[in-house]
Structures are given as C-alpha cells and as structure tokens.
C-alpha cells in the first residue's frame, strides 16, 4: 500500500516561503500522477499542483507563478515549493498520488497533511 507523509508546513509572514516536501513508500512498479491538495476552514477543497508521469505541471491560478511541483529523479518524494506567501494559502496541504497518468477522477491515496499558516 502506497504511503505519503508530509513535512515542511509551519508559519511564515506573508511575502514568505517554504518548502513542503513529500516521503512516498510501499509503491509498486507502476507509473504515479503526484498532486499537492490544500483545504482551509469555510473554503472549498483546492488542487494547488499536481505533476504528470511524463513531467507535466499543472496548479491552480492562485498559485501559479508563486508555488513549483517537483519530483526527484527516482520519484518517491514530492516538493512544492511556496514562494510569495499570502494569508489566503493558509491550509491544510496534502500530498496525494493516483496511478497512471492525471485524470479528473481525483487521487486515491492521500497524506496526513501539513499545516501552512500565513500571517
């Protein structure tokens, strides 16, 4: 069973960054669309990032131009970095894994979460 745990979160001024980074075990020798999903309370669920299995980016408009989606080369941890910070990213922000390339279904294993708060 695929396992995600995240690390990274914590509080920051705005205009500030962090690095979220994501530990991935127990994979099989399959191929993995990899996301970063944030949720706040009173807001709607939001797909920030997410990074196909032939590299392929993709994020949100609120995020993009500020926020990168990396996978190191033997793809078992994801990053997203989160540059010019804004109240409004305050979440909580999961790393989420799907096998086979990206779809619109959504992601079918999910992290614990880590907590970003922006002040």
């Known amino acids: 069973q695929v396992q995600l745990v995240e690390s990274g979160g914590g509080s920051v001024q705005a205009g500030g960054s962090l690095r979220l980074s994501c530990a991935a075990s127990?994979?099989?020798?399959?191929?993995?669309?990899m996301g970063w999903i944030r949720q706040a309370p009173g807001k709607e669920r939001e797909g920030v990032a997410q990074?196909?299995?032939?590299?392929?980016?993709r994020y949100s408009a609120s995020v993009k131009g500020r926020f990168t989606i990396t996978q190191n080369s033997a793809k078992n941890t994801l990053y997203l970095q989160m540059n010019s910070l804004k109240p409004e990213d305050t979440a909580m922000y999961y790393c989420?894994?799907?096998?086979?390339?990206?779809?619109?279904?959504?992601?079918?294993?999910w992290g614990q979460g880590t907590q970003v708060t922006v002040s």
């Open positions: 127990g994979y099989t020798d399959s191929r993995y669309c």
């Open positions: 989420a894994a799907e096998m086979g390339s990206c779809h619109p279904y959504g992601f079918g294993y």
């Open positions: 990074i196909d299995t032939d590299g392929t980016t």
